[in-house]
């Protein structure tokens, strides 16, 4: 969840904010000499669904990674127990 709402509130957000009061107040003609101010709203923005990508798809491989560790360990419980009590059992006879 941080990966969303750190690079939308951080780098997303702004931009949009800025191109929509800026093309509000002059028609559109208030982003500067080539329309500079336009381009770097239109870099932050990539460079934030880059962050937002990227953050997003590492958070859901860790969660991933997270369960299948409880699933493993469980497993290999399961089975250690299982050899035990047929250990166990041969000793037994």
Known sequence: MG???STFLALIFPPLCHMAVTSAD???N?????SW???MNCV?????????VTGTYASVYEIIGAFQKVV???AAVTN?????N???ALEAH
């Open 26 to 28: 002059d028609g559109g």
């Open 3 to 5: 990966a969303v709402a």
């Open 72 to 74: 493993v360990t469980a």
């Open 30 to 34: 208030g982003y500067g000499m080539f």
């Open 86 to 88: 047929y250990t166990t």
């Open 80 to 84: 250690s127990t299982s050899i035990n």
């Open 44 to 52: 932050t923005l990539m460079l934030g669904a880059l962050g937002f």
């Open 37 to 39: 101010r336009l381009v």
